[in-house]
């Protein structure tokens, strides 16, 4: 489109419309009038009044609200998988899905329900390790399994996706950090 077209020259008289009136709107001030009584107190009011000194405030800048409805979750943050041979490409999708990477939640007993996404369903031949702070904890063949009594702070989870021969082919990884409410003797 050219410049000199009516279509661009009325776009751009808008915008600049537009432009000058938010300018104009940002930077007046409101005047409000301070008044002190005789018993000490103080009064503010958009009234002059004859005992009442003058007060400028200047406009506040302000971020518009997030529409939490419109607003999309992000997926869960995973390290990325380890693959070594042909049975790992049967599955679509392995991750962790609670607790999510970088959360941190309570659980009054220092139980923690791991949920874990596999896509599609493990064979039985295959199996899943879970390791806990380094250390391996369980091997199970369900997407779900309870971590019982943690302590509280920071923990490192990591699941791995074994083949029949217990090689993995598949990890996710999750941090996340436990508070648990502490009961204190009098």
Do not use: C, W
Not at 28 to 39: E, M, R
Not at 101 to 106: K, L, T
């Amino acid at each position: 489109m050219r410049l000199g077209t009516p279509y661009l020259k009325s776009i751009l008289l808008a915008s600049l419309s537009l432009a000058t009136i938010q300018l104009v709107y940002a930077e007046q001030s409101v005047t409000v009038y301070k008044t002190y009584h005789p018993d000490g107190s103080i009064s503010y009011s958009d009234q002059p009044s004859e005992q009442a000194e003058t007060i400028e405030v200047k406009p506040v800048d302000t971020i518009p609200a997030i529409d939490v409805r419109s607003a999309q979750s992000l997926p869960a943050r995973s390290a990325p998988s380890i693959s070594d041979s042909g049975s790992a490409g049967v599955y679509q999708q392995f991750g962790i899905t609670f607790p999510e990477n970088g959360s941190a939640f309570y659980s009054g007993n220092g139980n923690v329900k791991l949920k874990i996404d596999i896509n599609p369903a493990l064979r039985d031949e295959d199996s899943i390790a879970i390791i806990l702070d380094g250390q391996e904890i369980a091997r199970t063949n369900r997407p779900e399994y309870m971590l019982t009594h943690l302590d509280r702070g920071t923990h490192s989870l990591e699941v791995k996706l074994l083949n029949s021969q217990g090689q993995p082919m598949k990890s996710s990884r999750s941090e996340f950090t436990l508070h648990r409410p502490t009961v204190r003797a009098p």
